[in-house]
């Protein structure tokens, strides 16, 4: 006769655990989008929702053998309807709802087209985006790992999640995130091929398969090899050199290294040049093409700005069309322009001079772009400017001062480098731009009377000749500010850091002023014309010039810095506030914006913060339920009687992977479970495989023959009499300890953590039959289990 058996993944709380990893590990690598937009909440805890429903009636069809296509299909159509009840409020799928949905989605496209990462709130949200890819990750790692058991293959779902960041903003994420994913994936598999291994082998008395991956050698092995893996990735990158580029001071890291020349030395030195050289030719059918770029400067570390780290891949050559322009809306006014450059032999740099806004450039692939400043860098030292030609298109922007003047803050909306300020800036300059500004209800106007004071009320003077004093930085702040003397260069350097300090996003652009017109009809640049300008991020609009420096050497400022507004006279806009207090003291958050006080609420993101803590604290609960109600149901129990001890003592035994012998006498139970007990040893001391018997544990076979004769007693006698269970509290406790001393570490704690008798586990007195059909010629028979039951029932 043969028998079957189902596997183990055919119980449903194996599937519910497998299931429970598999979406536990999804939902925290979507975690990893939360830099993507503001309010992340809004989007994970939704999303675990999905995942909980989506997971676990993949696990209920899984259980009830429904085809893998309808379970995939049932679950792709579950997650939809739920994406659409978050996003309308309703899941029914109705001409409304579904129209409202399209528009949402509609709107998320736009804002994720709009909008640098993360989207900041009070633009329309991307969540209806964030929430399709999420609900998408956890069915795919559900599909893979449940349904089709493939859990390694998984990680190729959970890796494309986990980069997604990393390709929109260019950031890591951060190492913790990656441990706990990593973690989460190494369980999942270990679940799986242990299943693969349980049933290896035949053990004797119904025991498990001397084979199984689950003896605590085996288990302790896999755990320390997980953790030494997500260990060495996690430590293994710090040491070894990437494949970027580096323009910050000098050689990065790496191999492909490009060193860069300073842009504030070259524009020291050719502006301190006694001869006008022309440096290149620009022709446009457009208007006079002023401002050209040839750099950005956008980390400040306290004596002078740098261009900072770039990650410039090979991907990203100056061929072809650009990505689109960084935090400007689709409602800003825009007019395109060609122009063709003609570099002459006596500028050699490595930086390639354009418009601000470019679209299109074909400059070929010695050139490449960064995406978060729009300037183009030489790929290797031997490429420069001298002798090139090459075309572009750019984009000349309408900004419109009132919608600058309403935006919110964009400090959430850039890069880091962008809002640093160094821990060392004198508290004078803090205190000096609060000063200038405090008239200023909004950021926009703070910046208008910034540019103000440089260029007219502040009393500042430009002055070519104060070129050398400027030093080797050409950043000391607080002279530059006694003295109010000076060049482009220390204006704009000046009103850009103030400028961060008051809350706005800044940077410092390098490039070229106003050209003179050839007989010819083209504009030349020459040395004289080189400038520098600052640059303020506001959403909406983007990276916007400003010009502090004076007339004498820019004698126009961009028309909507001279905007004026009416009158705030209530409360301001919540994108900021009047400036009446002091600004942040040296040591302070440099990211803090409290020279402007324009927001009441703290920097610090706590509601993503205290969200997070809150799910992890669910999850916590989730997992310490079981161990909570078993506590419970056993404090009830000790209270009883010696019937309450005896079920005690069957949930312990099945709490430790034992099979109870259901319908058998009290003696012929005890018998059972004596040959189940072995002698507790504490520590490293303990063997995986120990020995069991009566034998073994005499005390706790004394004890369990007191508590069968006790349950006899109170059964089956003439007269009986009640015992309590505290009575042999102590006997129980002698016996549970030598069944726990029985079984491996590892079973010991997941009776403790995740008990069979509270969630649930495929039991049977009888030994389990292998997976291979067995002849009953080559399987002796048990004639004591298989036999008809007739003696008392216990």
Known sequence: MKTSVRGSWSSLPQQLRVAGIALLAAWVTVLSWRVLTANFAEVGFPLLFIGIVVAGGGALARWSRIHPAAIVAGQVVLGGLLVLGTTTGSPFPTPGNVDAFMAALDAALESSRNYAAPVQAGVPPVHPLLLIGGTLVVIAVDVIACTLRRAPVAGLALLAAYTLPVAVTGEAVSWWLFSVVAGLFLTLVFLQHSDHV?????????????????????????????????????????????????????????????????????????????????????????????????????????????????????????????????????????????????????????????????????????????????????????????????????????????????????????????????????????????????????????????????????????????????????????????????????????????????????????????????????????????????????????????????????????????????PVTEEPSPSASRSTELLPERGESPSAEAGSADEDTSSVPWVPILAGILGLAVVALLLLTPRLFRASRRRSRMAGDIEDLWVELRDVAADLGHAWPVGRSPRRAGEWVGRLLAAPVAGAERPDRPRRGREQAPEAAHALDRLVGALEHSRYSRHPERFTAERFAGDADLVEQALAAGVTPREARRAQWWPASVVGRRTSWRPRASRSTRSQTDTPVDTEATRTVDELVG
């Open 198 to 566: 349980t049933s290896w082998g035949r053990a004797p008395d119904g025991d498990k398969g001397s084979f199984s991956v689950r003896t605590g050698a085996i288990g302790n092995t896999a755990l320390a090899l997980g953790a030494g893996s997500i260990a060495l990735a996690v430590v293994v990158p710090v040491a070894v050199p990437t494949m970027s580029m580096s323009v910050f001071e000098g050689n990065g890291p790496g191999t492909r290294e490009v060193e860069v020349k300073d842009p504030m030395v070259d524009l020291r030195r050719d502006l301190s040049r006694g001869e006008d050289i022309p440096l290149m030719e620009v022709t446009t059918s457009g208007p006079k093409p002023s401002y050209f770029r040839l750099s950005v400067l956008a980390r400040f570390n306290g004596s002078q700005w740098t261009p900072g780290d770039r990650d410039i891949p090979d991907t990203q050559s100056a061929t072809g069309e650009l990505p689109p322009l960084d935090g400007v809306a689709t409602s800003v006014r825009r007019r395109e322009f060609t122009y063709g450059v003609r570099i002459g032999e006596d500028f050699s740099s490595t930086w390639l001079p354009t418009t601000a806004q470019t679209t299109t450039i074909a400059a070929g692939t010695d050139w490449r772009y960064d995406v978060t400043t729009r300037d183009f860098i030489a790929a290797n030292d031997d490429v420069s400017t001298a002798n090139m030609t090459y075309d572009f298109t750019g984009v000349e922007l309408t900004y419109d001062a009132e919608s600058m003047n309403n935006a919110v803050s964009g400090a959430g909306s850039v890069a880091g480098i962008f809002t640093d300020i160094p821990p060392g800036l004198n508290n004078e300059i803090r205190r000096l731009a609060a000063s200038v500004t405090a008239e200023a209800p909004t950021r926009f106007q703070k910046a208008q009377l910034l540019q103000q004071w440089f260029r007219e009320d502040g009393g500042f003077r430009y002055d070519l000749a104060q070129v050398d004093s400027a030093g080797s930085g050409g950043a000391d702040l607080l002279a530059f500010l006694e003295e109010r003397v000076g060049y482009c260069e220390q204006f704009a350097a000046t009103m850009a850091i103030m400028a961060r300090v008051l809350g706005m996003p800044s940077r410092v652009a390098v490039g070229f002023l106003e050209p003179e017109k050839s007989p010819t009809g083209a504009w030349v640049f020459s040395a004289h014309d080189l400038h520098a300008w600052p640059e303020l991020y506001f959403p909406g609009s983007g990276w916007v010039r400003f010009e502090p420096t004076p007339a004498a050497r820019a004698a126009e400022v961009p028309g909507y810095t001279d905007a004026e507004f009416a």
